[in-house]
């Protein structure tokens, strides 16, 4: 039976997509039976979970709503018989470029035609100062062949913060057995992975910003919940602010390095307000709240961008909603994500009928209250997709959005669920 979402309704998000994929590539390098708890079925994870049987490790089909999934690894790979297909997530890409460069075998690595722009230099540079190969030489788009082998230590400065770049480092580290150092150069990133291996029984300090691996031993087998993903929750909070009625998410993921989006919030006078409740793994968790509330413009400064990197989407329509005009510097690496997100989200406002221009390094977007009506292109991106469904709940509004089944990508049944937050009712 349907009840309503004002009257002590919780709603409980997908598992996070970004320790999903660790646990995953985790447990397959671990001997032995990792169980993991709500991990998230998008296809992202598919992705991640796919090349991984290719790659030898026993991996279940993840399902939405599932039990425990059980991930049974050798400690090792073995070689693919075919291409490593990563669809269009450059999480599994990257990460296991940093795993495979440990391995003795060569292994082929390709994505979808989005996933095939996106830099891969970046990665494949200090992995082959480690003493992986890769072919063709100096590549910087998928597809690539990773050649792996002995791996040496390394001591790296990455050219942004990114946390895809700092864990294949750390993982290519773990896998080679040899210390690694990483250093980001704008404030940290994500640090999921540092907790995780923390957790495992991994040495790791900060030191002078600098993030530093000791040689361990082989990765262990583990029991994981995944918390509930803080980005996928940041759209829903969106909702709760921009629509009738507010909304209540458990189980959120905590994890400090991701939730810069509820302090940039706060700074718009949102009514929005986290409580944890407990960790998992080393990463806390606990329950936000959002209700409407009138908003007003922010300044989103270059050093908070690394924490809030892919809830800039969300936060841009939300400050399509507030007073004043709100400016995000230094983005200019959304414009290599799934798409180019700084120009889309520009692009997409002025469609609707607010002033937002995405010029170099910045988007800024005057605030408006007149109701949002257009249509949008995605470009198969999902935190576009989604964010423009979140106006869609402002009373009023007319969007018309061209592809939303990719929010699959991170948040399946995102549009399900939004539409039941727009009635004000959810099954």
Not at 113 to 141: C, H, N, W, Y
Not at 163 to 185: D, F, M, W, Y
Not at 215 to 232: E, I, K, L, R
Request: include cysteine; glycine fraction near 12%.
């Amino acid at each position: 039976m349907a009840r309503r979402l004002w009257v002590n309704a919780l709603i409980i998000v997908p598992g996070d997509k970004s320790i999903t994929h660790r646990a995953l590539l985790l447990g397959g390098m671990a001997r032995g039976q990792t169980r993991l708890v709500h991990p998230l079925a998008s296809l992202d994870a598919r992705s991640t979970a796919r090349a991984l049987r290719q790659l030898g490790v026993d991996v279940p089909s993840l399902r939405v709503g599932g039990g425990p999934l059980f991930v049974t690894g050798r400690g090792r790979f073995r070689a693919p018989q075919a291409t490593l297909h990563c669809g269009n997530s450059g999480t599994t890409a990257r990460l296991l470029m940093g795993l495979l460069a440990a391995h003795r075998f060569a292994a082929r690595l390709t994505g979808d035609r989005s996933l095939r722009k996106r830099p891969m230099r970046r990665i494949t540079e200090p992995l082959t100062a480690m003493g992986a190969r890769f072919v063709p030489e100096q590549a910087d788009r998928l597809p690539l062949e990773v050649r792996g082998g002995r791996l040496a230590a390394l001591r790296w400065e990455l050219p942004v913060s990114s946390a895809q770049l700092k864990s294949a480092i750390l993982l290519a580290g773990v896998a080679g057995g040899v210390p690694v150092a990483v250093r980001e150069p704008a404030g940290p990133s994500r640090d999921h992975t540092e907790r995780m291996l923390e957790a495992l029984g991994y040495r790791l300090r900060e030191r002078d910003g600098w993030i530093e691996l000791a040689a361990g031993g082989p990765v262990p087998a583990f029991d994981m919940t995944v918390p509930g993903d803080p980005s996928s929750a940041a759209f829903l909070v969106g909702a709760g602010l921009l629509g009738r009625y507010p909304l209540t998410l458990g189980g959120v993921g905590l994890n400090p390095t991701r939730t810069g989006f509820l302090a940039v919030l706060r700074r718009m006078g949102a009514t929005v307000r986290a409580e944890p409740s407990g960790a998992t793994l080393g990463e806390p968790i606990g329950t936000i709240h959002a209700a409407p509330g009138d908003l007003r413009a922010a300044t989103v400064s270059a050093v908070e961008i690394p924490g809030l990197i892919d809830e800039i989407p969300l936060l841009a329509v939300v400050a399509a909603r507030a007073a004043g005009t709100s400016r995000f510097e230094e983005v200019g690496e959304l414009r290599v994500k799934e798409s180019d997100r700084l120009g889309l989200m520009a692009d997409n406002l002025r469609l609707l009928g607010y002033q937002a221009s995405g010029q170099g390094n910045t988007l800024s977007i005057a605030g408006s209250d007149h109701p949002p009506r257009g249509r949008i292109r995605t470009d198969g991106d999902h935190r576009i997709a989604m964010a423009f469904g979140v106006l869609s709940v402002v009373p009023g509004a007319r969007i018309t959005i061209d592809d939303r089944d990719c929010a699959a990508v991170s948040f399946p049944g995102f549009f399900e669920l939004l539409d039941g937050v727009r009635r004000g009712r959810i099954s």
